[in-house]
């Protein structure tokens, strides 16, 4: 679960002019300031003895998933623009329109299965920043580490991820 912080009451007592009266005033202050961005080396890997979800592990998965996004965008770049490249090599072969229109049809296929995958990146650096990343959706516990670093973009526990397949195959037989 996301954690909240404490905030530390601050109790200043205000003098006016007459020092028969005193004002007393309450102001708010968090008890942990933010020291900056956490920085983590490049080698670094999150370890069971951490705190879950600590600023280290949200650093390293925000990374992670960062660097994958930008892989998958310029991967889709190149098969977009190499696919628009062979589009003046019309064959008169009806064979080979045939594997050609084929094969830009397995291409075409692969690019929106990494265009899902590209909106997937998206919503996780949304759960980072807004603390819920690493929970499961359905039952809020950690997901795990092994399993964020095997599928950095899981939303579920793998109990609650077989239920909502097994959900998926049964309304899918209907």
């Given at each position: ?15 006016t ?8 005033k ?15 080396s ?6 069971d ?17 960062q ?25 008169a ?82």
């Open positions: 679960m996301p954690k909240t912080s404490k905030v530390k009451k601050k109790i200043t007592k205000v003098k002019k007459s020092a028969a009266k005193t004002k007393t309450i102001t708010t202050k968090p008890k942990e300031v933010n020291k900056g961005p956490i920085k983590i490049k080698t670094y890997i999150p370890k003895t951490e705190k879950y979800m600590c600023e280290k592990h949200k650093v390293f998965f925000r990374m992670k998933l660097e994958w996004k930008k892989e998958l965008v310029k991967a889709n770049n190149e098969a977009l623009y190499n696919g628009s490249m062979d589009d003046n090599s019309i064959s072969d009806i064979v080979d329109q045939a594997s050609s229109y084929t094969d830009k049809n397995v291409e075409m296929k692969a690019i929106n299965r990494q265009i899902k995958l590209i909106s997937e990146i998206d919503k996780a650096l949304l759960r980072i920043k807004d603390e819920t990343y690493g929970f499961c959706l359905d039952t809020a516990e950690p997901i795990g580490l092994k399993r964020l670093m095997a599928r950095p973009v899981a939303k579920y526990t793998i109990a609650a991820q077989e239920k909502h397949e097994k959900n998926e195959k049964v309304h899918a037989d209907e």
